[in-house]
């Protein structure tokens, strides 16, 4: 009889990751890597969209020495226990307690008066270890953990991301995506996505990303040529490869001319190949229906 270890010949049990791609050996109730439960069916619709995967609350995250635990699920905390080699950067709001060992610092921002221009915080703030440190968005929603492999990038919408472990490189860049309208001498320029957006990179060892999403979340793989339209405020985060535009909509039979109001949609059309996600609670996105004088690259629907 055999009362420890594995049995003879019984084969090694493993399994991948079907949200970040990691090979562990199944043990876990939760990917180390991500936090997505085991051994769960993924929930695909009809259209193709992939829902989040489901997490199990207290799942706990791995990443170099240190962990990161997800608590709570209707407003998440991210819990981390940092060891003296580790460290992450955030932005300042989302900090919600910390340890008193824990060393915090002003982390300088790429092209600080640009983004003071677009109302966004000149610093981020960097900690590090060792001990704990916690962050919340204060707002109710998903964290989605992505698990960034040497080489791999992605894009964020603006104000949805919360920490980065510190060998994930920060950049962003400008969207291009922009109408101008005009009513008499007054003009405007309206960034249905914001003007910017933010890139994160891991250049030469595995780093974990947290970004904080409303509602729930689903992501869907683009091939190459594939487009879709989705509403630019619902965008969580695209791969690189992932090309924008804007685009503009009318129903069929309206009469009136795409530059003036007259039931128009904005939309934001994704070009693959790459893998884009969405959430289901949005913002709404204002449209003050004066005339487009002027946009970005865009396409336009017939009629």
Known sequence: MTFGGTAPNQPTRTHTCPWCGLASDGTQLNCPACGATIDVEQVVSNSGWTELPGRRDMAKLQFGNSHCQIEGTYVPVADFNLSPADGVY??????LWKEPQVNIAAMSLKG????LFAGLPLIMTQAVGPGHIAFSMDAAGEVIALPLQPGQGV?????IF???????TYDWFSTNVWFTTRSGDETETHYPLGAFMDRFYAPQSPGLLLLHAAGNVFTRHLTQGQTILVKPTAL???????QMQLHFEHPNGTTRS???WGERYLWLRLFGPGR???QSAYAHMHDNGRNITRHSTATRQQW
């Open 90 to 95: 955030f932005s300042h709001h989302v900090l």
């Open 112 to 115: 600080a008066w640009k983004r």
């Open 155 to 159: 894009d964020v919408r603006e104000h």
């Open 162 to 168: 919360m920490v980065a472990t510190l060998n994930i």
């Open 236 to 242: 969580l985060f695209k791969d690189p490869s992932v």
């Open 258 to 260: 795409w530059r003036s």
């Open 276 to 278: 884009v996600a969405v």
